[in-house]
């Protein structure tokens, strides 16, 4: 299957050379000609699965197959994303592929001034990449009007919602256009996402590029138990022993970021931070930091799990596990991707073990367990089923011999 049989044109596939893109994904081999047909797609793939190039190739071509030129203040593809780090980079995609076409493309997004985006919108944009709390601004404010609508692409859905745009999106899709074209994608299909579907799609094609709700198989995942305060000591041992190279690490909260940053930067390790406390400059800064090699550990929290876009990253650390079991697929899909072999391993202590339960019922597996030796938790972690049950183990009465068993400590 070549790209060029999927009916790209030459502007496109020059573009894709460039690129060093040789062979379409599963998910652009099926999205690709349903979109050019104008169809409505909805289709399960998690970022890794090159599901940018497959809405943003045959979009491109559509804008600029077909007419009218765009007016002041319209546009005709808009892209929703959920976060700015996922909007600047589908963009940056719709840049790369369409850099031969006159076509006008740009990002919007919130915790940034609204006046150059509205400058832009002036012209009017073939296609806007937005995040749905600025693009109900800008549209509220007069800047941007939907007559000329021709697509709307809702990226990430699944995220959308788990960040509370519920009510944004609901304004924005009665604001548009009811004749359409509506690209629907999401990591996992969720109820909600497909009352979702019911409501926007008109008999959608519905592609699966990998089973429902499953991480990558290429990624080896496994847990290590251990107590809450030796996390960090636990992560540091961690990653001297096993000479780990750059590792991309998620913790629950923004301070839990700065304190596992500062313990690191004081044992010499350059690390650096992304969290939405931190202004967009400054996150892109350490993000191309990372990517350049320049920095080793990127601490991040759920913020910043969707927008990452680096390759060839070999290892994921939850240094906690995600509130929202769907978090882990998408976190753990930082790894892995193309096919190539990453690593993702949970420090779990004792009080994440429902949390663990959620992971491992949604994503269909029981995750080893390995032991980090000296690093044995004072409150073991109970067993998992896999089907979301915690097996709690009948209290022994205390004996001595009790004391030095397995995983006890003396008193
Ligand atoms: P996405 O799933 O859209 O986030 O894409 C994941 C990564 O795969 C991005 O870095 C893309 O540049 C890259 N990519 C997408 N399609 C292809 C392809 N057909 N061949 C090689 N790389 C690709």
Same mark, same amino acid.
């Given at each position: 299957?070549?790209?060029?049989?999927?009916?790209?044109?030459?502007?496109?596939?020059?573009?894709? /050379?460039? *690129?060093?893109?040789?062979?379409?994904?599963?998910?652009? $081999?099926?999205?690709?000609?349903?979109?050019?047909?104008?169809?409505?797609?909805?289709?399960?793939?998690?970022?890794?699965?090159?599901?940018?190039?497959?809405?943003?190739?045959?979009?491109?071509?559509?804008?600029?197959? +077909?007419?009218?030129?765009?007016?002041?203040?319209?546009?005709?593809?808009?892209? *929703?994303?959920?976060?700015?780090?996922?909007?600047?980079?589908?963009? %940056?995609?719709?840049? !790369?592929? =369409?850099?031969? #076409?006159?076509?006008? +493309?740009?990002?919007?997004?919130?915790?940034?001034?609204?006046? &150059?985006?509205?400058?832009?919108?002036?012209?009017?944009?073939?296609?806007?990449?937005?995040?749905?709390?600025?693009? *109900?601004?800008?549209?509220?404010?007069?800047?941007?009007?939907?007559?000329?609508?021709?697509?709307?692409?809702?990226?990430? !859905?699944?995220?959308?919602?788990?960040?509370?745009?519920?009510?944004?999106?609901?304004?924005?899709?009665?604001?548009?256009?009811?004749?359409?074209?509506?690209?629907?994608?999401?990591?996992?299909?969720?109820? &909600?996402?497909?009352?979702?579907?019911?409501v926007l799609l008109n008999k959608?094609?519905?592609?699966?590029?990998?089973? @429902?709700?499953? $991480?990558?198989?290429?990624? @080896?995942?496994?847990?290590?138990? /251990?107590?809450?305060?030796?996390?960090?000591?636990?992560?540091?041992?961690?990653?001297?022993?096993?000479?780990?190279?750059?590792?991309?690490?998620?913790?629950?909260?923004r301070k839990g970021v700065e304190?596992?940053?500062?313990?690191?930067?004081?044992?010499?390790?350059?690390?650096?931070?992304?969290?939405?406390?931190? &202004?967009?400059?400054?996150?892109?800064?350490?993000?191309?930091?990372?990517?350049?090699?320049?920095?080793?550990?990127?601490?991040?929290?759920?913020? !910043?799990?969707?927008?990452?876009?680096?390759?060839?990253?070999?290892?994921?650390?939850?240094?906690?596990?995600?509130?929202?079991?769907?978090?882990?697929?998408? @976190?753990?899909?930082?790894?892995?991707?193309? =096919?190539?072999?990453?690593?993702?391993?949970? #420090?779990?202590?004792?009080? %994440?073990? %429902?949390?663990?339960? !959620?992971?491992?019922?949604?994503? @269909?597996?029981?995750?080893?367990?390995?032991? %980090?030796?000296?690093?044995? &938790?004072?409150?073991?972690?109970?067993?998992?089923?896999?089907?979301?049950?915690?097996?709690?183990?009948?209290?022994?009465?205390?004996?001595?011999?009790?004391?030095?068993?397995?995983?006890?400590?003396?008193?």
């Amino acid at each position: 299957m070549t790209f060029a049989s999927l009916g790209l044109i030459d502007p496109l596939l020059q573009a894709l /050379v460039t *690129l060093g893109y040789q062979t379409p994904t599963p998910v652009q $081999t099926q999205a690709i000609p349903a979109v050019l047909a104008g169809r409505d797609l909805m289709a399960a793939a998690q970022t890794g699965t090159g599901k940018t190039a497959g809405f943003a190739l045959p979009l491109l071509q559509r804008m600029v197959m +077909t007419g009218p030129q765009v007016d002041s203040n319209m546009v005709r593809v808009l892209v *929703l994303v959920p976060t700015r780090e996922l909007a600047e980079q589908v963009h %940056e995609s719709f840049k !790369a592929y =369409g850099g031969h #076409l006159p076509l006008r +493309t740009a990002v919007a997004y919130g915790g940034v001034s609204i006046n &150059p985006q509205m400058m832009k919108l002036r012209k009017g944009l073939d296609v806007l990449v937005a995040t749905p709390g600025r693009l *109900l601004d800008l549209y509220r404010q007069n800047a941007l009007h939907f007559d000329q609508l021709q697509t709307l692409v809702l990226d990430e !859905a699944d995220r959308v919602l788990d960040l509370g745009f519920a009510e944004e999106l609901g304004a924005i899709i009665t604001a548009l256009p009811k004749k359409r074209q509506t690209l629907l994608f999401s990591a996992t299909f969720s109820e &909600p996402i497909r009352a979702l579907a019911k409501v926007l799609l008109n008999k959608p094609l519905t592609v699966e590029v990998s089973p @429902r709700n499953t $991480t990558v198989k290429a990624i @080896r995942q496994w847990v290590i138990t /251990v107590d809450k305060k030796r996390k960090a000591e636990l992560f540091m041992h961690l990653l001297k022993k096993r000479r780990w190279g750059q590792v991309l690490v998620f913790v629950k909260t923004r301070k839990g970021v700065e304190q596992l940053v500062s313990s690191l930067v004081a044992q010499g390790i350059s690390a650096d931070s992304i969290h939405g406390d931190k &202004p967009q400059p400054a996150r892109l800064r350490a993000l191309d930091r990372f990517k350049a090699g320049e920095v080793k550990i990127l601490v991040a929290t759920d913020v !910043a799990a969707r927008g990452l876009d680096i390759e060839d990253l070999p290892m994921v650390v939850h240094f906690d596990l995600p509130i929202v079991a769907e978090d882990y697929i998408h @976190r753990t899909g930082r790894t892995g991707r193309a =096919g190539a072999t990453g690593e993702a391993v949970s #420090l779990v202590g004792a009080d %994440e073990v %429902e949390l663990l339960a !959620a992971i491992e019922t949604l994503t @269909r597996q029981v995750l080893k367990r390995i032991d %980090e030796p000296g690093f044995a &938790p004072e409150h073991r972690v109970p067993d998992t089923n896999g089907l979301g049950q915690v097996i709690k183990k009948p209290k022994k009465p205390k004996t001595k011999k009790m004391y030095f068993g397995a995983g006890a400590h003396k008193p």
